[in-house]
């Protein structure tokens, strides 16, 4: 296990990545950078939904979701197991930065005019688990986009930065580029351990091998001065 050392290592080393991580980032915030974001982010909508655990049970949901007259409301209340909207009649109120829904889930619902029911029933598997839930969807409303992606800056800032700190390939360059710029030297195999979370075995072997053939090169210029 951890040592007490080599956890407050560790935590430092993870607090100086991060640090290190999110001004990298900050300098991908361009114009480009922003505007792509705005391309493919969506406002926020509100929808109601209602999940189910069996599928037959959801497609008779979706039936009587769909029939004229229907109450949307009461359906999620009376069948869906989401407990944190059940009670509220299934309704939620997101964006397309949110991660409270399902990817499947959220793209259905945007793809839907407001007051409408989705047609079929949405299939989710949870890969943690091996269990697959059922959604019936209906879009309540959905605010209108700005043609103007500079009224969503605050939000499409959130989403680049997010977006390039959860790419492992660019925190792994940033942390290599950091190590070459610094001139710094892995020899410690802690330290190696604490990185190899953010670089490749091969990058960090790169830094030893380096180290190696820097002090080889070192003795050696000393024994040619001597």
Do not use: H
């Amino acid at each position: 296990g951890l040592t007490e050392e080599t956890y407050k290592d560790q935590i430092r080393t993870n607090k100086l990545v991060e640090y290190a991580v999110k001004k990298a980032a900050e300098k991908e915030l361009t114009d480009d950078a922003y505007k792509s974001a705005y391309e493919a982010y969506t406002p926020e909508v509100t929808a109601r939904i209602i999940r189910l655990d069996d599928e037959t049970k959801a497609k008779e949901v979706l039936a009587s979701a769909q029939a004229e007259g229907a109450d949307f409301a009461q359906l999620a209340k009376d069948n869906s197991t989401d407990t944190d909207t059940k009670d509220d009649g299934g309704k939620i109120t997101f964006d397309s930065s949110s991660t409270i829904l399902p990817t499947e889930v959220q793209t259905a619902i945007f793809a839907l005019d407001a007051g409408q029911v989705g047609a079929s029933v949405i299939s989710v598997l949870d890969t943690s688990t091996y269990t697959t839930s059922y959604y019936v969807v209906k879009l309540e409303s959905k605010t209108e986009k700005s043609d103007n992606w500079k009224d969503y800056k605050d939000k499409l800032k959130e989403i680049i930065l997010a977006e390039k700190q959860a790419d492992s390939t660019f925190v792994s360059n940033v942390i290599k580029t950091a190590l070459q710029d610094a001139n710094v030297k892995v020899k410690d195999s802690a330290f190696q351990n604490l990185l190899s979370q953010y670089i490749t075995t091969e990058e960090s072997s790169s830094s030893t091998e380096s180290s190696t053939e820097s002090s080889s090169s070192t003795t050696e210029s000393s024994s040619s001065g001597e």
